[in-house]
């Protein structure tokens, strides 16, 4: 019997953008019905399941994506993030993106829908250039799909 503590969990930020916030009431056709507290509590069931831990974050300020980012950054976390409406335009976010991956840490952009389905302006993707990779269309079951892909890609670094 070893009396070594547990090697501490693995720790992936979860990060969400603009309206995220109102998943379940925003364009339930287009996201589904799961609330933003059931997103939070499907990422828990995922996490434990994966043996890490995720914190799930969300804003409407671009500011603070940003900033979360550089703290997964300095912190040697790896991320999950939608960026929702950033991901079109946002090239701040996107430099954000590129510091956590090329500090070697993986970054997985993660969409509800399916953006390469919809409208013309929602194709685009700013991050993903930079993003170690893409889970998109598969509603709020992407974001453990994202979490499967983080183990595993940071497993094989």
Not at 54 to 64: P, T
Request: a negative charge.
């Amino acid at each position: 019997m070893s009396d070594a503590a547990p090697a501490p969990r693995p720790e992936v930020l979860v990060l969400n953008g603009p309206n995220l916030s109102r998943l379940g009431s925003r364009e339930p056709d287009v996201y589904g019905r799961t609330d933003h507290d059931g997103l939070v509590a499907l990422v828990a069931r995922a996490a434990d399941e994966l043996g890490v831990r995720a914190e799930v974050r969300q804003s409407d300020d671009e500011s603070d994506l940003v900033a979360w980012l550089h703290e997964a950054v300095d912190r040697g976390l790896h991320v999950v993030v939608n960026p929702a409406a950033f991901t079109h335009y946002s090239y701040a976010l996107r430099d954000a993106a590129a510091l956590v991956t090329g500090a070697g840490l993986v970054l997985v952009e993660v969409h509800i829908s399916n953006p390469g389905a919809r409208e013309q302006f929602r194709r685009h993707s700013v991050v993903t250039p930079v993003a170690t990779g893409v889970v998109a269309g598969f509603g709020v079951a992407g974001y453990a799909l994202a979490l499967h892909a983080v183990v595993g890609a940071a497993a094989a670094r």
